[in-house]
């Protein structure tokens, strides 16, 4: 299996950018496509963005195209995802995710392993 530990959140203005981070250990990161999600309180975990094993695929919520990027390092055996225009609303706990289905799905439960999540708050 691969153990995933994310990175990066913290305390943000509306407006401004983070770049959070999922370093991946275990098995061969590039064997995995990946993803992320976020949670806010109150609320269920929602897709935000995945990528293909390669990198050549990706895949975005409608509420995050144009802001947010996702991206991968294999040879760091790293996850990225770029937010630009952070507002309020994108306020929650971050997950990165790692799944061995062979094409992109937005749902949970085509994902086989979880990071412990990073706190995103984002200041109006």
């Known amino acids: 299996q691969v153990q995933l530990v994310e990175s990066g959140g913290g305390l943000m203005q509306t407006g401004g950018s983070l770049r959070l981070s999922c370093t991946a250990s275990?098995?061969?990161?590039?064997?995995?496509?990946m993803g992320w999600f976020r949670q806010a309180p109150g609320k269920e975990r929602e897709f935000v963005a995945a990528?293909?094993?390669?990198?050549?695929?990706?895949l975005y919520e409608d509420s995050v195209k144009g802001r947010f990027t996702i991206s991968r390092d294999n040879a760091k055996s790293t996850l990225y995802l770029q937010m630009n225009s952070l507002k309020p609303e994108d306020t929650a706990t971050y997950y990165c995710?790692?799944?061995?289905?062979?094409?992109?799905?937005?749902?949970?439960?085509?994902?086989?392993?979880w990071g412990q999540g990073t706190q995103v708050t984002v200041s109006s």
């Open positions: 995710a790692a799944s061995t289905n062979g094409a992109l799905y937005r749902e949970r439960s085509t994902y086989d392993y």
């Open positions: 990528i293909s094993w390669s990198g050549g695929s990706t």
């Open positions: 275990g098995r061969t990161f590039r064997n995995y496509n």
